[in-house]
């Protein structure tokens, strides 16, 4: 069964850098996955913060783009977060998306990063 494990939150201080790491199951990784982080702060849903396709492109919420950056290896997806602000927050959860012909979605079970000022 497919599944995917995150690492890598913790606590820095604004400006610092952290670098998640989601581990996935053989056979995640496909031309038609989207694998995509997403973050959630308390009461309010979660929101994407980077994207990155079967074929290679890369997405990034507005309030990310240009500090943190979405890539992968063979078995596990990485978002590397350069100068932290407080506002970047939150837990951060690893999203795995299959389209046709079989769908499927998968979520990791999520990281803590905060950040303080």
């Known amino acids: 069964q497919e599944r995917l494990v995150e690492s890598g939150g913790g606590l820095v201080e604004a400006g610092g850098s952290l670098r998640l790491s989601c581990v996935t199951s053989?056979?995640?990784?496909?031309?038609?996955?989207?694998m995509s982080w997403y973050r959630q702060t308390p009461g309010k849903p979660r929101d994407l913060v980077a994207m990155?396709?079967?074929?290679?492109s890369e997405n990034y919420a507005n309030s990310v783009n240009g500090r943190f950056t979405i890539s992968r290896d063979m078995t596990t997806l990485y978002l590397q977060m350069n100068d932290l602000k407080p506002e970047d927050t939150g837990v951060y959860y690893c999203?795995?998306?299959?389209?046709?012909?079989?769908?499927?979605?998968?979520w990791g079970q999520g990281t803590e990063v905060t950040v303080s000022s």
């Open positions: 053989e056979g995640v990784f496909a031309i038609n996955t989207i």
């Open positions: 990155l396709t079967g074929g290679g």
């Open positions: 999203n795995a998306r299959r389209y046709a012909p079989s769908s499927w979605e998968l």
